[in-house]
Nanobody
Framework: QVNLKESGGGSVEDGGSLRLSCEASKYAGKCMGWFRQAPGKEREGVAAIFDGAVKTLYVDSVKGRFTITQDNDKNKKTLYLQMDSLKPEDSAMYFC???????????????????WGQGTQVTVSS
C-alpha cells in the first residue's frame, strides 16, 4: 500500500500562484500525476511525470501555467505542482496519484492510476 498526502492548497486571487506538494510513503510506480475535480464535474487529469521524472505531460488548459516536478529521495518521492497565472476555472479539489504501469494512453486518465491522496482544495477568486 502506498500512502499519498497532498498539501499546499488554499485561496488566491485571479492571476495568483500556489505550489502543491505530495509525499509518497514509498516507491509508487512509474507515473505520478495531479488530477482535479470541481463540484459536479468528472475528475480531470492535469499533469503527469514519468520515465524517471524526465518526461511530463499536461492537459491543454494548463500548459504554460503549471509545472510538475518530482524529487526522488532514496526512501520516498515528493511530487510538486507549481501553479502560476491561476484562473477561477482552476478552482477544484486537487489530487495526487501514483500509477504502476504508466501506459502512454492512460497517463492523464484516472484508470491509469492505482493510488490516490485525499486531496487539497484550490480556490481562485475573480
Amino acid at each position: 500500500q502506498v500512502n499519498l498526502k497532498e498539501s499546499g492548497g488554499g485561496s488566491v486571487e485571479d492571476g495568483g500562484s500556489l505550489r502543491l506538494s505530495c509525499e509518497a510513503s514509498k516507491y509508487a510506480g512509474k507515473c505520478m500525476g495531479w488530477f482535479r475535480q470541481a463540484p459536479g464535474k468528472e475528475r480531470e487529469g492535469v499533469a503527469a511525470i514519468f520515465d524517471g521524472a524526465v518526461k511530463t505531460l499536461y492537459v491543454d488548459s494548463v500548459k504554460g501555467r503549471f509545472t510538475i516536478t518530482q524529487d526522488n529521495d532514496k526512501n520516498k518521492k515528493t511530487l510538486y505542482l507549481q501553479m502560476d497565472s491561476l484562473k477561477p476555472e482552476d478552482s477544484a479539489m486537487y489530487f495526487c496519484a501514483a500509477g504502476l504501469a504508466c501506459q502512454p494512453h492512460s497517463r492523464l486518465t484516472t484508470a491509469g492510476y492505482t493510488y490516490w491522496g485525499q486531496g487539497t482544495q484550490v480556490t481562485v477568486s475573480s
